[in-house]
């Protein structure tokens, strides 16, 4: 896994061992990037669900002003901050290490926001025939995630095809990637003025 644009193109980031982590495949974060374009130069960035913070790297690499990870596991922030200081990003970004609805909760309460919100969460099960409980549709579902996102910014979401989400409001499906088993949901907000793809 390697950092796949900007100033520390091809930078390897060290990912934690074993089955916790499934980061986001090198091919599936270049189609993001060259659909987000311009987008990411001067933003402020949340990944959540961070595991490596190979996405906020990734954005701090192609011009984002500063990006926050939050991740649960104390091992895995510690390889994401091990990641951003050999990649000399560490001034650029902070590692909550805490849950990511709790999180979220805080984040809203304080009236913070980010032109940019990445989530590629654990994938949920085959939901066929009933609602999808993933963490997907979870935070599609939260409330308080909608306050985050800064006027004219982004929500994007990754799942995998087996799990159906609902799309709810005040969310918008701009644009869908599809790579292998995976799906990357581009949203807005309904009423945003943005006009950029």
Partial sequence: MRITGGKAVRRLLKVPRGFDVRPTPDLVKQA?????????????VLELFAGSGALSLDCLSRGATSALCVEKSYKHAEFIRGNAAAAGFESNLEVRTQDVFTMVHQLAESGRQFDLILADPPYGEKNVGRRSTSFAQQLLDDPHLPKLLAPGGRFILGHTKRDTLEIVRPWREVKTLKHGDSLMRFLDLEGSASSLP
């Fill in 32 to 44: 993001v990037f060259n659909s987000l374009g311009p987008r990411v130069v001067g933003a402020r």
